[in-house]
């Protein structure tokens, strides 16, 4: 999936949307996507100047995006422009190494279930082999129509 077909899903825009590419998903299943991690990106102005770090929150967000491009794609109802999903929980986070500008993130999500329409993501973000992160994230679609 590239980069117009995951705006057409996402609502979110520059300097906010965390996804570059979906180069696997399985409808249910899973969803492995990318990010690329570049200096130009404004969070590095602040954080850190001297020692530029990914914000812990961003890698969780751009986890959350890639489990939402999942969950548009797996749902059976026809989707409206309307649709937006909402992220509901974190659960079991944890960071295991620094991100840094010049990083390719790998976002990988895999649907644990998905009742009354919440649905529970297993989520890793990932630099080469080397776990980045981790956690357990919660998502719904609702129509906002």
């Known amino acids: ?3 117009t077909e995951i705006m057409r899903h996402l609502p979110h825009r520059y300097p906010f949307l965390l996804v570059d590419r979906v180069l696997e998903l399985t409808v249910n ?7 690329n991690v570049t200096m130009n990106e404004p969070q590095f102005t602040g954080h850190f100047p001297h020692h530029p770090i ?3 929150v961003l890698i ?3 986890m959350a995006q890639a489990a939402g491009l999942l969950a548009f794609a797996s749902v059976s109802e026809p ?3 309307d649709m937006v999903i909402y992220f509901v929980g974190i659960d079991n986070a944890r960071f295991k190494r620094p ?4 990083d390719q993130l790998r976002l990988e999500a895999k649907v644990v279930k998905n009742i009354r ?3 529970k993501f297993e989520t890793r973000a990932l630099v080469g082999d ?7 994230l919660m998502c719904t679609l609702r129509d906002l129509g």
């Open 1 to 3: 999936m590239e980069i």
């Open 29 to 35: 299943e899973k969803v492995v996507a990318i990010k």
């Open 54 to 56: 990914m914000p812990g």
């Open 60 to 62: 969780i967000e751009a």
């Open 79 to 81: 989707l409206t422009e």
């Open 99 to 102: 991100v840094v500008p010049g």
């Open 117 to 119: 329409g919440i649905w």
């Open 130 to 136: 080397q776990l980045a992160c981790q956690a357990d």
